[in-house]
């Protein structure tokens, strides 16, 4: 039997229109998502503000003159909000026979930061990062470059401590340390009246003779706060928008197909009825 032209299958039929529960769910589903979109937008966009904020106070804190660092009157209230990267000049008497190699990895590439104790007049305690050596500064070849003695006066920028390293712990008992966490620091080497914070030194403090006296550097603080709000805040605001035009989409789809049923229906109703008679 050939087949009949214009033949349409029941895929091809265009569908009615959706029922009062399909819809309530759509519209239920659709405000849902707008308003969650435009909530998370407006979130990054006070996400962005503050991160502004805190890239410019900082900067602020890096560049300014060096302040005297807290002290044990001032340490309760150390916050890394208000603190981190401020820029601090304390004095005092390293104690270099307790020094700790902390794991870092740096451009110039892998080796160690020295955390060094400095003893202040005061009999306080502040865990400063001299700097960055490499892996063979004082290991197997025992090149390690005598330090600054005597009284030393230091400048750099205070920071908080660490309190873990991405896929690896500290392990005081073999003295393999992947973190800067000043108070396991302080209790591996004895040390009391220990700072809550250490300070990473500026680029000028370096060991004092030998070939290694440009070892540690110092000034290698990465200073770098990932600013990708205004991305994120475009992306929710345009799945908001898609949300709305999808939305209203369909609504025009449905109010047609609604149309044409009720002409539809209009046109049945009207061929069915019977023929009126004319006397």
Same mark, same amino acid.
């Given at each position: 039997?050939?087949?009949?032209?214009?033949?349409?299958?029941?895929d091809?039929?265009?569908?009615?229109?959706?029922?009062p529960?399909?819809? #309530?769910?759509l519209?239920?589903?659709?405000?849902? $998502?707008?308003? =969650?979109?435009?909530?998370?937008? *407006?979130?990054?966009?006070?996400?962005?503000a503050?991160?502004?904020?805190l890239?410019?106070?900082?900067?602020?804190?890096?560049?300014?003159?060096?302040?005297?660092?807290?002290?044990?009157?001032?340490?309760?209230?150390?916050?890394?909000?208000?603190?981190?990267?401020?820029?601090?000049?304390? *004095?005092?008497?390293?104690?270099?026979?307790?020094?700790?190699?902390?794991?870092?990895? #740096?451009?110039?590439?892998? !080796?160690?930061?020295?955390l060094? &104790?400095l003893?202040?007049a005061?009999? *306080?305690?502040?865990?400063?990062?001299? @700097?960055?050596? &490499?892996? +063979?500064?004082? =290991?197997?070849?025992?090149?390690?470059?005598? !330090? &600054?003695?005597?009284?030393? #006066?230091?400048?750099g920028?205070?920071?908080?401590?660490?309190?873990?390293?991405?896929l690896?712990?500290?392990d005081?008992?073999? +003295?393999?340390?992947?973190?800067?966490?000043?108070q396991?620091?302080?209790?591996?080497?004895?040390?009391?009246?220990?700072?809550?914070y250490?300070? +990473?030194?500026?680029?000028?403090?370096?060991?004092?003779? @030998?070939?290694?006296?440009?070892?540690?550097? !110092?000034?290698?603080?990465?200073? +770098?706060?990932?600013?990708?709000?205004?991305?994120?805040l475009?992306?929710?605001? $345009?799945?908001?928008?898609?949300?709305?035009? !999808? #939305?209203?989409?369909?609504?025009? *789809?449905?109010?047609?197909l609604?149309r044409?049923?009720r002409?539809?229906?209009?046109?049945a109703?009207?061929s069915?009825?019977?023929?009126?008679?004319?006397?």
């Amino acid at each position: 039997m050939p087949p009949v032209a214009n033949a349409r299958s029941p895929d091809d039929a265009e569908r009615g229109p959706r029922g009062p529960f399909a819809l #309530t769910l759509l519209v239920i589903l659709a405000a849902v $998502l707008f308003f =969650g979109f435009v909530a998370l937008g *407006t979130w990054q966009v006070e996400r962005r503000a503050w991160k502004l904020d805190l890239i410019a106070r900082v900067d602020q804190r890096v560049h300014a003159p060096a302040t005297a660092a807290p002290g044990p009157e001032q340490w309760s209230q150390v916050t890394a909000a208000m603190d981190e990267y401020l820029h601090v000049r304390l *004095t005092g008497v390293f104690l270099h026979d307790r020094q700790t190699l902390v794991w870092a990895s #740096t451009d110039a590439g892998n !080796g160690f930061w020295v955390l060094t &104790p400095l003893r202040t007049a005061g009999g *306080t305690t502040v865990l400063v990062n001299r @700097g960055f050596v &490499p892996t +063979d500064w004082c =290991g197997r070849t025992g090149r390690c470059a005598a !330090g &600054p003695t005597g009284e030393t #006066t230091v400048t750099g920028l205070l920071r908080m401590p660490e309190t873990y390293a991405f896929l690896r712990h500290n392990d005081p008992a073999h +003295d393999r340390w992947y973190s800067r966490d000043v108070q396991a620091i302080a209790a591996a080497r004895g040390l009391t009246s220990v700072a809550p914070y250490f300070v +990473d030194a500026d680029a000028a403090l370096t060991g004092a003779s @030998g070939s290694n006296a440009s070892w540690p550097e !110092g000034g290698l603080t990465v200073i +770098d706060f990932p600013n990708n709000h205004l991305v994120y805040l475009i992306t929710w605001y $345009l799945l908001a928008l898609m949300v709305a035009v !999808g #939305t209203w989409y369909v609504g025009r *789809t449905e109010y047609r197909l609604r149309r044409r049923a009720r002409n539809v229906a209009a046109t049945a109703a009207a061929s069915s009825s019977p023929p009126s008679v004319v006397p």
